[in-house]
């Protein structure tokens, strides 16, 4: 039988090769893959680490495009709820955190496809909305790009403009959160060698993405993606409320 630790690099290149293409951000897909072989805190911490390393990446190839006064608006609330979040894993049951990852994931999956143009009406009051609500479930969950997508794809910014700014609020997202679940003991020595691992496959998987995106049809992929995400989201509701009751 294939070593595990081999299965999960694996799966975590696939995350980042499907995310890429798919258009939403690697941890959406890798975080549920990978809580198939670490607990919920572990995984936390393990895809936070390859989620940063992809935007890292994605940084180094669009650098000149940042929107800085959005990094301060939308980046400043995210990066303080991010901590309060990641604080709180601590205190919520594993089960629990399931349960709301589930939930999550399911919302988001059916608002993504039902509503594929949805947009937040870009004010002032809503970016600071939605730094901060963002902000809070990547910190508590693992995962919030979605909901920051959303808010920061209602500015019309300039692809490149878009791409580099989203990096830089969620680098600067996982940067927070990651020394709190390192003090919190979430990632064990024996996975310190993961670190470099994870690294080099982040970059992979976003290389090989951008290369056949553009032999894949984008929307049918992402519902597909969205549909296999919803399944597994369904599982993870349905552990979390067993366990509860």
């Known amino acids: 039988m294939p070593d595990p630790d081999i299965l999960f690099f694996i799966a975590a290149l696939f995350s980042e090769i499907v995310g890429t293409m798919a258009g939403f951000g690697s941890s959406t897909i890798f975080l549920p893959i990978a809580l198939l072989f670490f607990d919920f805190r572990t995984a936390l911490i ?13 940084i180094a190839f669009f650098r000149h495009g940042f929107d800085k006064g959005m990094l301060l608006r939308f980046g400043l609330p995210s990066v303080i709820f991010t901590i309060i979040g990641a604080l709180l894993v601590d205190y919520v049951p594993q089960h629990l955190l399931k349960l709301i990852l589930g939930l999550f994931f399911i919302i988001y999956v059916v608002f993504s496809i039902s509503h594929p143009g949805l947009a937040v009406q870009p004010t002032g009051r809503n970016t600071l909305v939605g730094g901060s609500i963002s902000g809070f479930f990547a910190g508590l969950i693992g995962t919030g790009g979605a909901l920051r997508g959303s808010f920061l794809t209602s500015y019309g910014l300039e692809k490149s403009v878009y791409i580099s700014t989203a990096a830089a609020i969620s680098l600067a997202v996982d940067m927070s959160r990651i020394p709190v679940y390192l003090a919190s003991g979430y990632l064990s020595q024996e996975y310190y ?3 470099p691992v994870l690294f080099i496959v982040a970059i992979a998987g976003s290389f090989i993405g951008r290369r056949i995106i553009s032999k894949v049809l984008q929307e049918k992929f992402r519902i597909f993606v969205l549909v296999c995400i919803g399944i597994v989201s369904m599982k993870f509701i349905y552990d979390g409320l067993v366990f509860a009751f």
């Open 193 to 195: 060698y993961f670190i």
């Open 46 to 58: 393990l895809v936070a680490i390859f989620h940063m390393s992809g935007n890292i990446g994605r």
